[in-house]
């Protein structure tokens, strides 16, 4: 029978079309096996992303005494920070307040100093004006 040429253009064309259907099924299956195999790609530079993202709270994490000591460095400088710039300022404040001070006692009038302050004499067109100033 192997022989038989009319017998074998028939098993070549059943063969002709497991074949054409097999190439059809190959041709779907691997297309997706591209789609899964981007989609793994995908998957594994996200998950990169996220070992990336999650390296300081692992160094934190596992060094929580250096963790602790870099926030409390920054947390005292900042206060210090503050604490300086709060005292410039009550100091220029308190200069500003003493030359005030002085240049009202060193204009015209200024004859006694009492204990809350100095009192100031102002003759104005010949009435007498006084202003306590502390």
Do not use: W
């Not at 064309?13 to 096996?33: P, Q, S, V, W, Y």
């Not at 920054?74 to 500003?96: C, H, S, Y």
Request: glycine share 6%; charged share 30%.
């Amino acid at each position: 029978m192997p022989d038989n040429t009319d017998y074998r253009k028939y098993l070549e064309t059943k063969f002709e079309g497991i074949h054409t259907l097999m190439n059809a099924h190959f041709h779907d299956t691997h297309d997706r096996l591209d789609k899964i195999n981007g989609k793994i790609i995908q998957a594994e530079e996200d998950i990169e992303d996220i070992n990336n993202d999650l390296t300081e709270y692992r160094m934190v994490k596992k060094y929580p005494k250096i963790a602790i000591g870099v926030i409390t460095f920054f947390v005292i400088a900042a206060i210090i920070a503050f604490i300086k710039v709060n005292n410039k300022q009550i100091e220029l404040i308190n200069t500003t307040h003493d030359d005030l001070k002085i240049e009202i006692r060193n204009m015209d009038g200024v004859s006694k100093q009492s204990r809350g302050g100095y009192v100031k004499y102002r003759d104005v067109m010949g009435f007498t004006d006084s202003v306590k100033i502390r």
